[in-house]
C-alpha cells in the first residue's frame, strides 16, 4: 500500500495554469504506473494522464497539448496549462505499484477554471 496526498489544486482564469503534485509515502520510480484521474459534477471519474515504469506517457484527448505528467523519487506531478472551465473537477492521485495492484488514491484537489 501507498499513502498519496494531492496538493496544488485552486481556482484560476481560462487560460492560466496549476502545477498540482502528489506526495507519496514511498519511492514510487519502479511502479508499474502512477496517474491522474478526474471527476467533474454530475460525471464519472475519468483517466487525465499515465506514466508507466517505462517512462512512457499517455493523455486524454482533451489534455494533450495542454497538460504534462511527470515524477521524481516521491512525487507524481501534473503541469496543466492553458486551463478551461472544462477543466474544472476534482482531480485524483492514483498508484498501481504492480500490474496487479488495484489503484491507491488520494484525496484529491478541487481544480476550479473561471470563464
Known amino acids: 500500500q501507498v499513502q498519496l496526498v494531492e496538493s496544488g489544486g485552486g481556482l484560476v482564469q481560462t487560460g492560466g495554469s496549476l502545477r498540482l503534485s502528489c506526495a507519496a509515502s514511498?519511492?514510487?520510480?519502479?511502479?508499474?504506473?502512477m496517474a491522474w484521474h478526474r471527476q467533474a459534477p454530475g460525471k464519472e471519474r475519468e483517466l487525465v494522464a499515465r506514466?508507466?515504469?517505462?517512462?512512457s506517457t499517455d493523455y486524454a484527448d482533451s489534455v494533450k497539448g495542454r497538460f504534462t505528467i511527470s515524477r521524481n523519487q516521491n512525487r507524481l506531478y501534473l503541469q496543466m496549462n492553458s486551463l478551461k472551465p472544462e477543466d474544472t473537477a476534482v482531480y485524483y492521485c492514483?498508484?498501481?505499484?504492480?500490474?496487479?495492484?488495484?489503484?491507491?488514491w488520494g484525496q484529491g484537489t478541487q481544480v476550479t477554471v473561471s470563464a
Open positions: 492514483a498508484a498501481q505499484p504492480m500490474a496487479w495492484d488495484r489503484n491507491s
Open positions: 514511498r519511492s514510487i520510480f519502479t511502479f508499474n504506473a
Open positions: 506514466i508507466r515504469s517505462s517512462g
